[in-house]
């Protein structure tokens, strides 16, 4: 901290949604005063969450669970609500959507996939695991999935 310019510490505050568990914001700070950062956690409403920081872009640091396939469109687009700004980024990503091959697509990608995390525009804190619990007899449950919502359209109940 000290060689970053924060000998005396430093203060951020962190949004999160109160669709997350408080133990989550309490981790992070306990982790972060470690090594000389307090943080303050704010839970906020989600519809807040919403129009504050994903609507304003009014935040210093956010948690909200990005589970989207594909999502690197969000990085090459500058006016998402987290403003990574790398035209890099932006022109591989823009060259890959129209590449005219597989092979030239998936280099593109995997260049702007790789900027990303260098620049460390986004991280991951944790993945969660969701546990579901269903009854003998019932079919068309996910196995994979990323989120606590899914489709009820392949549900069955096998007849006794």
């Known amino acids: 901290m000290k060689q970053a310019g924060y000998g005396d510490g430093l203060k951020l505050t962190v949004k999160i949604p109160n669709i997350y568990p408080t133990e989550i914001g309490d981790y992070l700070a306990s982790q972060l005063g470690l090594v000389g950062i307090r943080l303050t956690v704010r839970q906020v409403e989600f519809q807040s969450w919403l129009d504050a920081v994903y609507t304003k872009h009014d935040f210093q640091l956010s948690l909200v669970d990005h589970a989207e396939a594909r999502d690197l469109y969000n990085f090459a687009n500058p006016d998402y609500y987290f403003g990574y700004d790398n035209a890099d980024v932006q022109k591989w990503y823009d060259a890959a959507q129209t590449a005219s091959s597989d092979s ?57």
């Open 104 to 160: 030239q697509r998936d280099t593109l990608l995997k260049k702007a996939a790789r900027q990303v995390s260098e620049d460390a525009a986004a991280d991951w804190l944790f993945v969660s695991q969701t546990l579901t619990v269903v009854r003998s007899g019932v079919t068309g449950v996910p196995r994979s999935f990323t989120s606590n919502h899914y489709s009820l359209a392949d549900l069955a109940v096998a007849k006794k």
